[in-house]
């Protein structure tokens, strides 16, 4: 493993978007917070969706979670695409450097956005309500795998992209539904039954699930179920992004 040019292309990827943080990471925790303040300030008294938590403790998580999937998504997808159609990604490519250093190196990048993003998030969220922690450990590892699978897939669609419409349309018509569809601002408990069948068919659920897991040690399904499911779907991106780079495909010509 050539880990010192993995280490300089992923300096280089963190301090990409760290050059442009009021875009990247404090614009994202803004509107993320006005969610918390419409969704959490308006309904809370309204909703009780675990015993014993009102509208906005559930909330956060999945609010932190949103932010972790979306930014981490949009820093390996935007890289890619921006340096596909700058024309510098082949000095990238000409690095002595393999595919999977490469695919490490963007991965490691879109974890740490995504993980700023969300502790930016849960920072001021806690400023405003109180949240029990009762799993540490849950936490941080649906964070960090989250965060990965997403960077994973933001990587798959800057591949096969060439242009920014396909991306956004990548993100419009596939990401954000699957977000927003994800239990984010409710349990799938509260929805009717074909709607509740459909919900274990989105990865993104068990990422928010087994996350909000970690706070309250109540949620939907069985943590190590969403476990099971988010590691097996990131092997799965894994191996496609990595099959993808060493085929070449969309970027060696």
């Known amino acids: 493993m050539n880990w010192t040019g993995t280490w300089a292309l992923f300096v280089k990827e963190v301090r990409r978007f760290y050059s442009v943080a009021v875009q990247t990471i404090f614009a994202p925790v803004v509107s993320t917070l006005l969610y918390l303040l419409i969704f959490g300030k308006v309904i809370s008294a309204d909703i009780e969706v675990f015993s014993g938590l009102n509208y906005s403790q ?4 999945g609010l932190v979670m949103m932010a972790i999937l979306q930014n981490a998504f949009s820093n390996s997808s935007s890289s890619l695409i921006q340096s596909k159609m700058h024309g510098n990604l082949s000095f990238v490519l000409l690095s002595p450097i393999s595919p999977v250093e490469l695919y490490i190196a963007f991965i490691a990048a879109s974890i740490v956005r995504g993980l700023v993003v969300g502790l930016g998030v849960l920072v001021v969220g806690v400023l405003w309500f109180d ?5 540490p450990m849950w936490i941080l590892v649906f964070a960090i ?14 591949i096969l992209s060439d242009k920014y419409d396909q991306l956004a349309a990548f993100q419009n018509f596939i990401i954000m539904p699957l977000t927003f569809l994800s239990g984010v601002f409710y349990s799938i408990h509260a929805l009717p039954g074909v709607w509740q069948t459909l919900s274990h068919f989105n990865p993104f659920f068990y ?13 939907d399904v069985s943590v190590y ?14 191996a496609i992004n990595v099959i993808l780079l060493v085929k070449g495909v969309k970027i060696r010509n």
């Open 225 to 238: 179920l969403s476990l099971t499911v988010s590691f097996g779907f990131f092997l799965l991106i894994s």
């Open 58 to 61: 559930f909330l956060i998580p």
């Open 207 to 219: 990422m928010v699930d087994g996350f909000r897991y970690g706070f309250f040690e109540q949620s």
């Open 131 to 135: 949240l029990s922690w009762q799993s």
């Open 145 to 158: 795998l989250s965060a990965g699978l997403m960077g994973g897939i933001g990587m798959t669609a800057g």
